[in-house]
């Protein structure tokens, strides 16, 4: 059912392939689709600007919207999706998807572009590559999981994947969780999205440390994050370096939904003129005292090297200038001539309204001494997802060889085949690492869809520090 708002245009009723007329955005308030077929818009212009066009689909079948050249957008059967021209830059405009709604809040499959480098690869049992893709569109954030696996791996050498919308161009890169499996053997593939491209074909994920794939052995990838699809705002963060590269140029932009700041930054120079050995950012609007360290999702670049700079956002500090974003892993820019370095921060904190909890761990071996009574959490339910974050610390790992931690009952991860990567940071003695942590989505056992795994746990020294941190965005 769609209710028109008071002044609003006639519908459209589409029963097949049509192609939008620009009379048509001007008279009509929405398209209803009332067949599966492919709805082409004109090329965006300034007329069309801000203008909202709504596409109903009451079909039984997915109905293809094609915005441009390269961006197409499936409309699933009895979905509403909105739909916006936007000034992309001076004299450049294009039409954006804003919003998703329904009835139920669900999220969405769609089915990504794979380009692979060198060879394909192949499946022993099944015809084509094991592939699941979610997303769910809010107020011009595009969340989404892609989980991809194989039985055959054939040397593929690289990958790069479609989104479900095209990213927004801001001049940035944002950066999400890519846990690779090869042959099982665990790695942080480093994803990040590109939202820099001129092309729009040429947004999509890539991997900054992409193990290539062994011939004739299993293989899975499997990555979450967001990204901007369009409407966000710009701010500017402080920058404080340990050193003083002064050639520095930062993108920050971000979005607050449901009390949510959802936010990317990508500061980076051509070629470093100053030696920094640590760095640190300010956030668009204070995140909340929770005493909890949150996790980002961040890369960081040295010439031809990416690292990960363990991030994250340090809510435990009680003077509110003090709560940004901490880098404990950073790698030493050094003023060498016509060294490119750059860091990407993506991350997602509260600013009120969240429910704090404390997380139940589970520890194989043996408990790190005061992980338990250390352990602080929080979640933020809405809009078909939950937001989850947790932290704890202990002054002895104990020999601890693993650790799931169980969320609250209201927060279920929703069965839909597959796994869900979490921004996730583990500490033993004085090095910390990528833990990967995931939620096991694929898992028909409710309890099961309610704790966190960590597929690349390093063990907990005994009598040595452990720390442990989690933040992810859950289909429930």
């Known amino acids: 059912m769609l209710t028109l708002i008071p002044g609003g245009s006639p519908q459209l009723s589409i029963a097949a392939d049509y192609t939008v007329k620009n009379r048509d955005l001007r008279n009509y308030y929405a398209f209803i689709v009332t067949a599966a077929c492919t709805i082409t818009f004109p090329t965006c212009s300034r007329e069309n600007a801000n203008c909202p066009v709504y596409i109903v689909n009451g079909a039984s079948g997915p109905a293809t919207l094609v915005l441009s050249s390269n961006a197409t957008k499936i409309v699933p059967a009895g979905k509403v999706v909105e739909i916006v021209g936007l000034r992309m830059a001076t004299g450049v405009f294009g039409w954006a998807g804003v919003d998703q709604y329904d009835t139920d809040d669900t999220w969405d499959t769609w089915t990504s572009t794979l380009t692979w480098g060198t060879a394909s690869p192949t499946l022993a049992t099944v015809a084509v590559d094991t592939m699941v893709g979610r997303y769910k569109l809010v107020n011009g954030i595009c969340w989404f999981d892609l989980n991809i696996a194989c039985d055959d791996g054939n040397g593929a050498s690289s990958l790069t994947c479609s989104l479900p919308f095209i ?20 790695t942080n593939a480093m994803g990040w999205i590109d939202c820099l491209h001129n092309t729009e074909a040429n947004r999509t994920v890539n991997f900054a440390a992409f193990t290539a794939w062994t011939n004739a052995v299993a293989s899975s990838i499997k990555i979450s994050g ?5 409407d966000w705002t710009a701010w500017t963060p402080t920058v404080t370096q340990a050193g003083a590269s002064t050639t520095l140029v930062t993108v920050a932009r971000y979005k607050i939904v449901d009390d949510l700041c959802f936010f990317n930054i990508y500061s980076s120079c051509a070629d470093c003129d100053a030696n920094t050995t640590g760095i640190t950012f300010s956030l668009p609007v204070t995140p909340q005292h929770l005493d909890i360290a949150i996790p980002v999702f961040a890369q960081e670049l040295k010439n031809t090297t990416y690292t990960d700079p363990i991030g994250y956002i340090d809510t435990t500090q009680a003077t509110a200038a003090s709560r940004v974003i901490t880098m404990n892993a950073f790698t030493t820019w050094a003023s060498a001539g016509a060294e490119p370095v750059h860091c990407i921060v993506s991350g997602v904190y509260p600013i009120a309204k969240q429910t704090t909890a404390v997380p139940v761990g589970t520890y194989t071996i043996a408990t790190p001494t005061t992980a338990a009574a250390n352990f602080i959490g929080a979640y933020k339910m809405g809009n078909g997802f939950a937001w989850v974050a947790g932290s704890t610390t202990s002054a002895d790992g104990n020999a601890c060889t693993g650790v799931t931690v169980k969320l609250p009952a209201s927060v279920t991860a929703k069965y839909a085949d597959r796994d869900i990567s979490l921004a996730s940071q583990e500490l033993v003695n004085a090095t910390y690492s990528n833990a990967c942590g995931y939620i096991d989505g694929n898992n028909t056992t409710i309890a099961d869809r309610q704790k966190i795994q960590f597929s690349k746990f390093s063990t907990a020294t005994d009598a040595q520090a452990w720390a442990l941190r989690y933040m992810g965005i859950i289909e429930v």
């Open 167 to 186: 990213p927004n161009d801001i001049n940035a890169y944002f950066a999400c969780q890519a846990t690779e499996n090869v042959n099982g053997v665990v």
């Open 226 to 230: 967001f990204y901007e699809v369009a």
